[in-house]
């Protein structure tokens, strides 16, 4: 467990203060429980991929899953794939014939995990659509899947998230869920200065703010801020 941990977790991910109380988190609820093929794709993607640490993180994973399983989700969007860490988990979460739509421009990135996904079984509750994802989500609402899907999982480029809420306000059912990665961005949106040339690029933790003051002054949804991960964002749709 230690060695998973140092190999996974060497750029730390968690806004908790102690890192040490991130890896009790870890090592006591979420390792434990983490299926053993997404313990899987979280290895490949670190041993194949240069920015490994920018995939969903476990504990935000667990969360994740949890919601999907309360809310029976079946139809369900994701933004932003990556090596397809969420993805897998939202196909192991779901029923069998479940669907969702994963949209991401990178399909190489996907393709590393593309492999576990197959073995998992689950690949054919899957429509992977490699390009931006707005002319995606203006094509759904096109081909009449207004107020359709149950679940949504956004962890793309930031400063296109209020576009892809509007959309998904559309989209998504009366008490659907949409869940926001990043929201926090590192602690960053609460810090001043400039923060360009870092992982905290000044005009991403700029949209990242912008996002979090609509969604706290959106009445179409309710809302749960969470320092989960990276800080997650749940909402309910409630209008």
């Given at each position: 467990m230690e060695k998973d941990f140092q190999k996974t977790f060497t750029v730390p991910r968690g806004l908790l203060q102690?890192?040490?109380?991130?890896?009790?988190?870890l090592e006591t609820s979420v390792f434990p429980r983490?299926?053993?093929?997404?313990k899987e794709l979280r290895e490949v993607t670190a041993a194949k991929h240069p920015r490994a640490?920018?995939?969903t993180t476990p504990?935000?994973?667990q969360l994740l899953s949890m919601l999907l399983k309360l809310t029976n989700a079946k139809k369900t969007i994701e933004i932003g794939v990556f090596t397809g860490y969420s993805l897998l988990l939202t196909a192991l979460s779901t029923a069998d014939?479940?669907?969702?739509v994963a949209i991401d421009v990178d399909r190489e990135s996907y393709e590393i995990g593309r492999p576990i996904i197959k073995k998992a079984g689950v690949e054919h509750k899957i429509d992977f659509v490699e390009s931006a994802a707005l002319p995606v989500l203006d094509q759904l609402l096109e081909q009449g899947n207004a107020d359709s899907f149950d679940f949504a999982f956004v962890d793309a480029d930031k400063e296109?998230?209020?576009?892809?809420?509007?959309?998904?306000?559309?989209?998504?059912?009366i008490g659907g869920i949409v869940v926001y990665d990043n929201t926090l961005w590192g602690g960053s949106v609460a810090m001043a200065g400039d923060f360009s040339g870092t992982v905290y690029t000044t005009r991403t933790r700029d949209s990242t703010i912008e996002l979090n003051k609509m969604l706290a002054a959106d009445n179409r949804i309710e809302i749960s801020h969470l320092p989960v991960g990276d800080g997650v964002t749940i909402c309910r749709r409630i209008l």
């Open positions: 102690s890192q040490e109380l991130y890896k009790y988190i983490e299926a053993e093929l997404l640490y920018i995939g504990d935000a994973g014939d479940g669907k969702i296109n998230n209020i576009n892809y809420h509007e959309r998904l306000m559309k989209l998504l059912k």
